[in-house]
């Protein structure tokens, strides 16, 4: 059985910084891809940040904020967000994307002062 498990979110001021972290289990994690997408309320789910075996990838609304990352032997990927903004609130998934198709139960993050 898959099991994505995310930790590491919280309420969090203006400019500060979090880091999420997605655990794996139930699949062979080095070999797949690995995505974080949030939704904020009243919004549509966006893709945040991918890692894959030629790099990565943000959304041009973090790039230069957050970054993805993983390690292999503790089957995790690790989201590290700063300059947190308001903006940033929503609730974070990892995801490992099709034909996989696996979610998390997400975590939430706040960014208020």
């Known amino acids: 059985q898959v099991q994505l498990v995310e930790s590491g979110g919280g309420l969090v001021q203006p400019g500060g910084s979090l880091r999420l972290s997605c655990a794996a289990s139930?699949?062979?994690?080095?070999?797949?891809?690995m995505n974080w997408y949030r939704q904020a309320p009243g919004k549509q789910r966006e893709l945040v940040a991918a890692?894959?075996?030629?790099?990565?990838n943000y959304a041009d609304s973090v790039e230069g904020r957050f970054t993805i990352s993983r390690d292999n032997a503790k089957n995790t990927v690790y989201l590290q967000m700063n300059s947190l903004k308001p903006e940033d609130t929503a609730v974070y998934y990892c995801?490992?994307?099709?034909?996989?198709?696996?979610w998390g139960q997400g975590t939430q993050v706040t960014v208020s002062s």
């Open positions: 995801n490992v994307p099709s034909p996989a198709g696996y």
């Open positions: 139930g699949i062979i994690f080095s070999i797949n891809p």
């Open positions: 890692i894959t075996r030629g790099g990565t």
